[in-house]
């Protein structure tokens, strides 16, 4: 019987992180400087707090033309609603988890620590060479 990959064997690992209190407009910069499309929201102990996405950005962008100013942070554009993905999941209930969200990507957690990231493309990848 073949063992399924687990969602830590995918997943990133060398996050880039933001901080609630950042300023929202130095967020969407480190978004466009890494070429991500998001990145967890973590608080001073470390603690997963949010998520912030380049549509939450594309708002902020959208608010910040009509006031002329940027000056929010990123917990007033964070989603605050987190789903996650355990990093022992197998690399079908990812995929579900993916086919049954609007997300991207998700965190993932290990004892309740943010230990990586895993987006769609790390499970088709994972689909691909397990299946393909």
């Not at 902020?60 to 002329?68: D, M, V």
């Not at 987190?82 to 991207?104: C, G, H, P, Q």
Request: charged residues 20%; hydrophobic residues 45%.
């Amino acid at each position: 019987m073949t063992t399924l990959q687990r969602v830590a064997d995918y997943m990133a690992s060398d996050l880039v992180t933001l901080t609630p209190k950042m300023e929202i407009n130095r967020a969407m910069n480190i978004l466009l400087d890494f070429k991500i499309s998001g990145a967890p929201v973590i608080d001073q102990d470390g603690v997963l707090v949010g998520v912030l996405s380049k549509k939450d950005c594309l708002k902020a962008a959208l608010e910040a033309s009509y006031y002329r100013e940027w000056g929010r942070t990123v917990a007033e554009h964070m989603s605050s609603d987190v789903e996650t993905l355990e990093a022992n999941a197998d690399i079908v209930t990812a995929t579900k988890a993916f086919l049954n969200s609007n997300y991207r990507r998700f965190p993932v957690m290990q004892n309740g620590q943010l230990v990586g990231q895993i987006s769609r493309a790390d499970v088709l990848t994972a689909m691909s060479e397990n299946w393909g």
